[in-house]
């Protein structure tokens, strides 16, 4: 009932564990297709509110400093904001003259926004006119496994957005989960016995870290 007393458009949003969904777009990089990424490739896909702005001046310069450590954790980058190409590569140029700092990666150039329809990027009480600061994590499957929503006037934090892919990472590779704070080197969380038999293993192993027969870590 609320929705149709609304007068904004309801705006779909994808969720954790959707496939993402495909979509062709032109980029600094020229055109891409979602799909059409590496197969073996994470993406971290983000949306900005404007180019020529303070916040997201240093929130896509965060994300070109830091560019190596995407490379490192086999992710590409992929930008996006409600302006046209043409307003993307000065914004870029803008940044490096002044700066140093180079936007070296695709940003989608998302006049019609469509993308950010297709994403839920627009959220009419903050803007419907520009992306909210929005952050998808997917993986090699194309699969969305975490998304972050920041409101226009709050800039992200690089070392979550790296913790959290480093995280989800190594949730894959050694089937466990992460405790709070988690950070690369500290221990996981080992999944709770489903059977006696588990339960009775997990007490006899001496090299768990157990606070109690539910809660064991150990160290990768």
């Known amino acids: 009932m609320n929705d149709l007393l609304n007068d904004n458009p309801v705006t779909s949003m994808p969720r954790i564990g959707d496939i993402a969904p495909d979509f062709e777009a032109v980029t600094t990089k020229g055109n891409i297709k979602l799909s059409d990424f590496a197969k073996d490739k994470w993406i971290v896909m983000f949306s900005h509110p404007a180019d020529f702005t303070p916040v ?70 903050e803007s419907e006119t520009a992306a909210v600061r929005a952050v998808f994590f997917i993986d090699p499957n194309k699969k969305i496994r975490l998304i972050m929503y920041y409101p226009l006037n709050v800039g992200r934090n690089m070392d979550e957005i790296l913790r959290s892919l480093e995280a989800l990472q190594t949730s ?49």
């Open 56 to 125: 997201c001046t240093t929130e896509m310069s965060g994300f070109a400093q830091r560019k190596d450590e995407f490379d490192a954790l086999n992710t590409e980058l992929l930008g996006l904001s409600i302006d046209s190409i043409h307003a993307h590569l000065g914004w870029v140029q803008n940044v490096r003259v002044n700066t140093g700092v180079y936007f070296d990666f695709p940003i989608i150039a998302d006049l019609d926004m469509k993308v950010s329809k297709l994403y839920g990027m627009l959220q009419p009480n």
């Open 172 to 220: 894959d590779k050694h089937k466990v989960a992460m405790p709070l704070d988690w950070k690369k080197g500290d221990k996981v969380i080992v999944g709770p016995p489903k059977t006696l038999d588990q339960l009775n293993e997990r007490l006899a192993d001496d090299t768990l870290e157990k606070v109690d027969w539910y809660l064991a870590k150990k160290s990768i």
